[in-house]
C-alpha cells in the first residue's frame, strides 16, 4: 500500500500548473494526504474516478485546510481533533483558532488509521511559539489515543526540521523559525512516544529536504529543509518496505512524501 503526503500550497494551483494529475497517475497512491489546500471541494474541478475524497476546508476562504483522497473506502473519518483535547489545549491566539482551519484530518481503516495534518507556523518573529507549545502535544495526544485502539500512520507539514542533518544550514538557522528548541522537542516527542520516523529507517545523513525557498534558486541548489514527515506507530515498523522523498515532483514549494506498507 502506498501512502503519500503533500503539501500542495494550494491544489487550485498545482491543478492550473497541471501538475497534480500527472503526478498521480505516475505514482497512483493509494491513500494521498493533502495539506494547505486552500480551498473547498466545491472550488476544485478535479476527475479522480478511482478516489473518493474527504476534505477539511478551514472557515477562513483560501486558507490552510487539508484532504485525503482514497481508493480504499475508510471505516470512518473524523475532522479536526476531538473536543475534549480541543478543551485541554489552549488552540486559539492572537493570528486565529487553529480548530477552525482543517488542519487534522483522520480517517479509519480495517488495520489502522491514517491521518493528515498541518502544523502551524511559528512566524518569522516566533510569536506563535506558544500556540505550537499546545498544537503539538494536543495533537501527539490524539494520535497516541488512536494507537490504543489499532497503529496509526499520521503524516503532512510538520513545520519544523527534526535535527541537524534536516537543513541544508542548520547553524544559520539555529532559534530560527522552524528550527526551535520548542519545536524540534515536539518531534522528539513522538519519538519517545514510540512513533517512528519513517525516512530515517532507511536514509541517514543530510542533502535529503521537502521544502525550499522561492529565493536564490534554493531548490536547484538543494538548500532545503526536510519538514514533511510520515510517522508510523512502531507495530508497523517490520511491515514499512521503503519510505521516499519525491524532489521530482513539481508543482509546489514542498514536493511529496510517502511509505509504502506491506498488506499481510
Not at 217 to 242: C, F, H, P, Q
Request: glycine letters at 6%; a negative charge.
Amino acid at each position: 500500500m502506498k501512502i503519500f503526503s503533500w503539501n500542495v500550497n494550494g491544489i487550485r494551483a498545482v491543478i492550473r500548473k497541471e501538475a497534480l494529475l500527472p503526478f498521480i497517475e505516475k505514482y497512483q497512491p493509494d491513500i494521498l494526504c493533502l495539506q494547505e489546500t486552500k480551498a473547498n471541494k466545491d472550488q476544485v474541478e478535479v476527475d479522480l474516478p478511482d478516489y473518493e475524497e474527504y476534505w477539511h476546508s478551514a472557515e477562513k476562504k483560501g486558507y490552510s485546510g487539508t484532504a485525503i483522497f482514497t481508493k480504499i473506502p475508510p471505516i470512518e473519518v473524523f475532522y479536526g481533533l476531538p473536543e475534549d483535547i480541543i478543551k485541554k489545549y489552549k488552540l486559539t491566539d492572537d493570528y486565529g483558532d487553529t480548530t477552525k482551519e482543517g488542519r487534522v484530518l483522520v480517517l479509519e481503516f480495517e488495520n489502522f488509521f491514517v491521518s493528515t495534518v498541518y502544523t502551524p507556523n511559528a512566524k518569522e518573529d516566533l510569536s506563535r511559539i506558544p500556540m505550537r507549545q499546545q498544537w503539538d502535544p494536543a495533537y501527539l495526544e490524539y494520535m497516541k489515543r488512536l494507537n490504543e485502539e489499532k497503529p496509526v500512520i499520521f503524516c503532512g507539514d510538520f513545520n519544523v526540521a527534526h535535527t541537524e542533518n534536516d537543513l541544508a544550514r542548520p547553524k544559520q538557522n539555529v532559534g530560527k523559525k522552524g528550527f526551535t528548541d520548542e519545536e524540534r522537542e515536539g518531534v522528539d516527542n513522538m519519538l519517545k512516544a514510540g512513533f517512528i520516523d519513517t525516512f530515517r529507517l532507511f536514509e541517514k545523513g543530510n542533502g535529503h529536504y521537502t521544502w525550499w525557498s522561492h529565493w536564490g534558486g534554493a531548490r536547484e541548489r538543494n538548500v532545503g529543509w526536510r519538514i514533511d514527515y510520515v510517522m508510523t506507530s512502531e507495530a508497523l515498523t517490520s511491515l514499512i518496505k521503503n519510505a521516499r522523498i519525491h524532489v521530482d515532483v513539481m508543482g509546489s514549494d514542498h514536493c511529496p512524501v510517502s511509505v509504502d506498507i506491506r498488506l499481510d
